[in-house]
């Protein structure tokens, strides 16, 4: 089975960009679906961007759609979130997930996680 180790979290300042990565090990990457999640303090696990096998499809939460771009070298078995002009409210611990079979956004059809990596935007 696949193992996710997200990577590339750190304190910015709004308005910056970042990118995170989600290395994979263990399976055949490119027959995972892939999903990014964030979740802010005291809140729920919320569903970000994911992304089909190849990365010919991709989908995003509506309130993120023009500031996160969600994509996989599947050669690498890396899959990233890149994010623009950041804010506050970005702030979270950020997830990538796995799943055999189509792109979801339901964080219950994810099988596969990773351990998070915390971003923090700074006002």
């Known amino acids: 089975q696949v193992q996710l180790v997200e990577s590339g979290g750190r304190l910015v300042q709004t308005g910056d960009s970042l990118t995170l990565s989600c290395a994979a090990s263990?399976?055949?990457?490119?027959?995972?679906?892939m999903g990014w999640f964030r979740q802010a303090p005291g809140k729920k696990r919320e569903y970000v961007a994911t992304i089909n096998w190849s990365g010919s499809l991709t989908y995003y939460a509506d309130a993120l759609k023009g500031r996160f771009t969600i994509s996989r070298d599947n050669r690498g078995n890396t899959m990233y979130l890149q994010m623009y002009n950041m804010e506050p409210e970005d702030t979270a611990t950020y997830y990538c997930?796995?799943?055999?079979?189509?792109?979801?956004?339901?964080?219950?059809?994810?099988?596969?996680w990773g351990q998070g990596t915390q971003v923090t935007v700074s006002s």
């Open positions: 997930a796995a799943r055999i079979g189509q792109a979801s956004v339901y964080i219950a059809d994810y099988r596969f």
């Open positions: 263990g399976g055949t990457f490119s027959d995972y679906a």
